[in-house]
């Protein structure tokens, strides 16, 4: 039976990047060797890095002062990296919290300096996306999670400031278009419509770097890995790969325009049928909702069981919602095929 | 042409590591889904990590007192973790500094409080182990690195102090037995042999934890992963999956005893030519060798070309040297047969 990965991440690739990943753990390029078991100082996999950057470039359009870097430590580490690389000694950063995610990125900030939460979403449970505040004017950044998994919303369309951007994008880039110019950082883990968990993709404006009068640590001082062109030290060499088949997967399909159509359509099939559906109702606002993340409880939780019952046989994995929200949320990063919505829209409808 | 993977790091690893990883990279344990595109809070997931802490444990036969961890962030992010969690403020820590590793600790020690280098082969470009050096009584620890693998130097015995023993054992781990006793902290990252790039295993007494007085970042807490079972945000799953898969292959091999016997061997074999070959002359002082990476030069530097001929014609791959040292250096970490070191000798003994 094929199996429909709603899986909230790490989640679905597509499936010639796994056959891809495969092949290079046996034989790298026809080397003779893994992929793993080569140096990274090696032709081929210096190739491998500057190709994955190269493309990030490429497929977001990105304007020339930006740096692309491959790191690790996820978004968690990010959430300290940014406010040591960007919020200067004595100033002020701007945070908006829209759940889970944000509050990580708040909890770290506070750490490094003063962090103004300009907007919260907390006491609707997270159900929207905080609109109409405003941003202090000497605010180093204002600090954004464009989509959030755990509750399904996200940006329509992104947020504006007076101020630099900085943006966790973790869960929805690449998945639609948007224009880098007001950012001086985007951040995003992989393993949700990148690759595989395992690497962390910066996107960083160079000129906004060494301006916080801190010394840092070397992990954490982006102009460090800038400067050494995302190799500082021994890279994440499978995540990397997996990652530049799945940017090449991305534009085969044609690019990220492409991508936000496709889904847009699935999107739009699943919360017609949470809407016309009575035994269903939507968490987020509507105007708010995520088109990677559609979060959603049963009308009367007793149906629970026979609702779980009939999604798991139609070869649906990875229903289930977090505990924050509860019920059920279906992911839908790049990967996921319109049938697959469709296979649970059919599940739903004939419930 | 089977191909003798003499790589400093990453490094030649076990075929059925290579194979195995692959495999689930197409589908894993049967689930009709890759490793890499399901939830790291999968039980099938959660299972990985739980064996693979436990093997580290029964592998290195680790008293109770210490917990596993596999993070992200190489050694260079345990150099500024190791010293956040471990050197209270205000307190002091004793490092040696046995070369470029060395000294990339001892740079973010200094970013976190007094650091002391009580030892250091530095005038003699790294050719040997200090020894008799002194530790301050009131050093929180002595931290060192056990295998020099651009130096080709090695603790032959392990260190002794008063004071605890923090080390860096990125390069020979699992190569040789060791007492665990002395340790708060040992780290290393997987990429020789332990695993592919992108996790590092930290072996951490818990007991000596929460003593800086210090207030930490999430990710450099490494109390919070402790208090999460190493899945305090989504793990590096490829690295720990392939890591998994060779510390099983070492137990098959007989466990870390011998491994040890193996790599005695592969090393006496191959200083044996390099003394009793005219033609080569060993850079470390012979106490001091490593069995990981042997560094060694040309008598004569005009004989380079054809010597690297012949080596490359015999399938020898990865034997230059760091240029730190130049010359060559033969890295044979555990996966590395000793078939592959006779190739070498016999290249060696015949040129």
Known sequence: MHIHNFSAGPCIL?????????????DFNG?????????????????????????????LALPDRFEVLFLQGGATLGFYTVPMNFLPDGGKAAYVDTGTWAAGAIKEARLVGTTEVVASSAASNHNHIPKGFSVPQDAAYLHVTTNNTIFGTQYHPYPTADVPLIADM??????????????SCIYAGAQKNMGP?????Y???????????????????????IAKDSMLNTPPVFAVYATLLTLRWMREQGGVT??????????????????????????????????MNATFTLTEASDAPAFDHAWTEAGISGLTGHRSVGGYRASMYNALPLESVQALVDVMATF
Chains 1, 2 share one sequence.
């Open 170 to 183: 973790s869960s929805d880039i690449f998945s639609r278009t948007f224009d880098p110019e007001p950012y």
């Open 31 to 59: 080397m003779g060797l893994s992929l793993i078991e080569i140096s990274h100082r090696t032709a081929e996999f210096e190739g491998v890095m500057e190709e994955a950057r190269g493309l990030v470039r490429e497929l």
């Open 258 to 291: 492409a991508l936000e159509a496709r889904n847009r359509a699935k999107a739009e099939l699943l919360y017609a049928e949470i809407d016309r559906n009575p035994r269903f109702q939507g968490h987020a606002v509507p105007e708010d909702r995520s088109w």
């Open 14 to 26: 597509p499936q010639q990047v796994l056959r891809g990943a495969a092949d290079a753990v046996l």
């Open 197 to 201: 968990a395992g690497t962390v993709l």
């Open 203 to 225: 996107i960083v404006d160079r000129e906004a770097l060494g301006k916080t009068g801190r010394k840092l640590p070397t992990y954490l001082d982006l102009s460090q890995h």
